[in-house]
């Protein structure tokens, strides 16, 4: 009988996974920053909202509203929810439902941003977004 050693290959594994994180780390990470672009849009604090927000969507933003992020936010109309209803994570993107919005984030190297919001479904079609990406 011959013993296999998997000590360093059971290390890399586990670290691969503890570096992904579980499904459910990442569902509490998206609903986390979801949560809290949400509060920022409640409190009036497009500061902490514009930094919600991934790099090409506050960009598309800024230009389509030819106003700066902190300026533009407030102008889309965006009606934030108070409760997160579904988180659904697909690797490094996410949709988060609450009681009034859907958002789309992405996964960065430093946290989750939000790449679309004000977002309605439409039936046969892709969502309607207030605020998306470029």
Request: glycine share 12%; with cysteine.
């Amino acid at each position: 009988m011959r013993v296999i050693r998997s000590g360093p290959v059971a290390v890399v594994v586990l670290a691969a996974l503890t570096a992904c994180g579980g499904v459910d780390a990442r569902e509490t990470g998206a609903a986390g920053a979801a949560s809290r672009f949400v509060a920022s849009l409640r409190a009036a604090d497009t500061t902490r909202g514009c930094a919600a927000l991934a790099p090409g969507t506050r960009d598309e933003l800024e230009q389509s509203a030819e106003l700066p992020c902190v300026r533009a936010l407030p102008e889309v109309g965006l009606q934030p929810g108070q409760k997160v209803r579904t988180v659904n994570v697909y690797g490094h993107q996410a949709r988060v439902v609450t009681d009034r919005d859907t958002l789309f984030l992405s996964a960065f190297p430093g946290g989750w941003k939000i790449t679309a919001a004000g977002c309605t479904a439409r039936p046969e079609k892709p969502y309607q977004c207030l605020i998306k990406g470029g």
